[in-house]
T-cell receptor
Framework: EAQVTQNPRYLITVTGKKLTVTCSQNMNHEYMSWYRQDPGLGLRQIYYSMNVEVTDKGDVPEGYKVSRKEKRNFPLILESPSPNQTSLYFC?????????????FGSGTRLTVV | AQKITQTQPGMFVQEKEAVTLDCTYDTSDPSYGLFWYKQPSSGEMIFLIYQGSYDQQNATEGRYSLNFQKARKSANLVISASQLGDSAMYFCAMREEGYSTLTFGKGTMLLVSP
């Protein structure tokens, strides 16, 4: 089944403790992206990647890191999480970057930083 | 300026009635795609329907149709014969040609009552 898999689904952590949210897709998609969703703000892009070893900042990159060492994987790293990073996170992938190609989303990761 | 505007924070509709969710967008790119996603309470993002900027006809997918008015830059989602399972948050999104970002509106919460 074609899908984007992200883990964990739920995570509660403490301020400052480094964490990684994993994301993997099995569709051979070139483009991958991380979004965060907050009430009243919709979804905002954190980082995106156009291919292996090619990443760039989205609208809200502060406090996050990403890497793209393999085509299928695009982990999101929070080096020192803070409570304002409590959010619902989505990983998504896309075959290309034309206007007609939408993103396939993972199931989401609910992160709480206390 | 917001690229995607959804002016209805919430909508109520009775089962079996039709409902229109509004979406306006802003772009100077002649080539772009418009998408609608559904997010039920479980949190996942479900793709519903796509409309390309050069498409001559309005998109339809089962009970979903997109009322595309290019000159007015609007892309309203029409759900016919609402069902209880349609209760969810609905997001309008746009992707411009050559860009990795799928830009979202803030969403409309739809509640379908028996």
């Amino acid at each position: 089944e074609a899908q984007v898999t992200q883990n964990p689904r739920y995570l509660i952590t403490v301020t400052g403790k480094k964490l990684t949210v994993t994301c993997s897709q099995n569709m051979n998609h070139e483009y991958m992206s991380w979004y965060r969703q907050d009430p009243g703000l919709g979804l905002r892009q954190i980082y995106y990647s156009m291919n292996v070893e090619v990443t760039d900042k989205g609208d809200v990159p502060e406090g996050y890191k990403v890497s793209r060492k393999e085509k299928r994987n695009f982990p999101l790293i929070l080096e020192s999480p803070s409570p304002n990073q409590t959010s619902l996170y989505f990983c998504a992938s896309s075959l290309g970057n034309t206007g007609k190609t939408g993103y396939t989303f993972g199931s989401g990761t609910r992160l709480t930083v206390v | 300026a917001q690229k995607i505007t959804q002016t209805q924070p919430g909508m109520f509709v009775q089962e079996k009635e039709a409902v229109t969710l509004d979406c306006t967008y802003d772009t100077s790119d002649p080539s772009y795609g418009l998408f609608w996603y559904k997010q039920p309470s479980s949190g996942e993002m479900i793709f519903l329907i796509y409309q390309g900027s050069y498409d001559q006809q309005n998109a339809t997918e089962g009970r979903y149709s997109l009322n595309f008015q290019k000159a007015r830059k609007s892309a309203n989602l029409v759900i016919s014969a609402s069902q209880l399972g349609d209760s969810a948050m609905y997001f309008c999104a746009m992707r411009e040609e050559g860009y990795s970002t799928l830009t979202f509106g803030k969403g409309t919460m739809l509640l379908v009552s028996p």
